[in-house]
């Protein structure tokens, strides 16, 4: 009696304009219909095998997920000290193809490209060359220079193919030049400065690559720990059992 009362406590009523006893039926049926259903939520495991199994196969991926990120995923990223250590004794996996050192400058005529490749030459800034010209002639000289594996970039595997011919001289005196025609006037002055051999990458330009490495060496040290603390067992009486 008192759980009854209790519940009735708890609920929002509605339609009060009924009769009493029509009221009293209405929370009794409500309360049983909510019994019977916690009962059964209670019990859906036991009386039935294929949610029990779910339920154990969800419990047991999110457990595992959280173990994994706790010892593996994250840590890779938190542990920074370990990642230095861990790309500071396996620098060779992260490592630089043969790279070219160029500059490009692509001019809008030949009389300015002429320009250019005498200011590289004297060592004349070309960038103040270009600033100057930029208000007049926004597109007299364009620039762009960085370190280019094979493959990343047109000009500097045009030279990749050069050198691979015997066509284009790396051991000619600096500066050395690929001269290119472009469109109706322009044209592209490479500057090939060096060819670069294979290098380790810095631990900023393979965070990525390096923390990837990481997280699969932590997860083999930590299932090789496990596998040393529970040596695993097969039964093969019952193994081949189910097998036949």
Known sequence: MQDFINYANTQKHRGLNRPSEMILKSLIHQMV????????DERLEEKHSDFRLLIEEYHDGILLFELTDNKVWSRAVRDTSGLEEYHANNSELFMWPERLDIAVYTCEDAKLAKKVKKGVKKGADIESMRRELIGERPLAIRTESALYPEGTNTWADTVFYAISKGTFNLNSKAPRFMTFEVGDEGIVLVDVRE?????????????GQVIASYQDHLEKEWIMALRRKYPVEINTAVLYSIID
Not at 33 to 40: D, G, H, I, Q
Not at 197 to 207: C, I, V
């Open 195 to 207: 060819l670069v051999p294979p290098t380790p990458k810095s631990l900023e330009e393979a965070r």
């Open 33 to 40: 219909e909510e019994n019977l259903l916690a009962y059964e």
